[in-house]
């Protein structure tokens, strides 16, 4: 079993739509929570950053950390076309050296 | 654009061989993450160097090196270079106020032919 599992989907949703992305987790040790938003044969690009529990809203985009349940999301709202990417949830913690452990990725892709 | 940068962007080269990928950090940054990201594995960590020094291993193989220098840019060292290690390797630097947040640089593609 991964440490952190992430539905690869593909996934698509009309534009204007709220998108739930998720993931699971094993290791009780991470700590921090991250989301990040690759495009196709691009570095992925950091979005959104989570300490320990709790929410965190920028902008459209809303990130989730439940550690009691080792569950994270992502909800984006009024979603575009130009958010159609792979969606990567991230995770570290400190005694880890803070390397960061993906998830596989989850495709995302809004048509108008 | 995340002020990492790697070269360069593409290699395609034979079995056998060995190829040197370039990364400079943002700014400021002290350390330095390789990452490998290829289609049946995800992205991976291979290594982390802190102000020139190897911090942490991840899943790197023997036929893999990094450095740090002082400049702070690293490089990673594939060598006897097999089909399988075409991939896209990623390079991340952190070491600002918020250290767990990792910036990512645009990748080389390695192809092994």
């Known amino acids: 079993q991964k440490e952190v599992e992430q539905d690869p989907g593909p996934l698509s949703v009309p534009e204007g739509a709220i998108v739930s992305l998720n993931c699971t987790y094993s290791?009780?040790?991470?700590?921090?929570f991250m989301w990040y938003r690759q495009y196709s044969r691009k570095g992925p690009e950091l979005l959104m950053y989570?300490?320990?529990?709790g929410n965190k809203e920028d902008g459209r985009f809303t990130a989730q950390v439940d550690k009691s349940s080792k569950y994270i999301s992502l909800f984006i709202r009024d979603s575009q076309p130009s958010d159609s990417a792979t969606y990567l949830c991230?995770?570290?913690?400190?005694?880890?050296?803070?390397?960061?452990?993906f998830g596989t990725g989850t495709q995302l892709k809004v048509e108008l | 654009d995340s002020g990492v940068t790697q070269t360069p962007k593409h290699l395609i080269t034979a079995t056998g061989q060995r190829v040197t990928l370039r990364c400079s950090p943002r700014?400021?940054?002290?350390?330095v993450y390789w990452y490998q990201q290829s289609l049946d594995q995800g992205l991976q960590f291979l290594i982390q160097?802190?102000?020139?020094?190897?911090?942490a291993k991840g899943n790197i193989l023997e036929r893999f090196s990094a450095q740090q220098f002082p400049d702070l840019h690293s490089e990673l060292n594939l060598s006897s270079l097999e089909l399988g290690d075409s991939a896209l390797y990623f390079c991340?630097?952190?070491?600002?106020?918020?250290?767990?947040?990792?910036?990512f640089g645009p990748g080389t593609r390695l192809t092994v032919l």
């Open positions: 991230a995770m570290s913690f400190t005694g880890g050296g803070n390397k960061l452990t």
């Open positions: 290791n009780s040790a991470f700590q921090y």
């Open positions: 991340a630097s952190t070491g600002g106020r918020r250290s767990n947040t990792q910036y």
């Open positions: 160097y802190y102000n020139g020094e190897e911090r």
């Open positions: 700014s400021g940054d002290l350390s």
């Open positions: 989570t300490y320990s529990s």
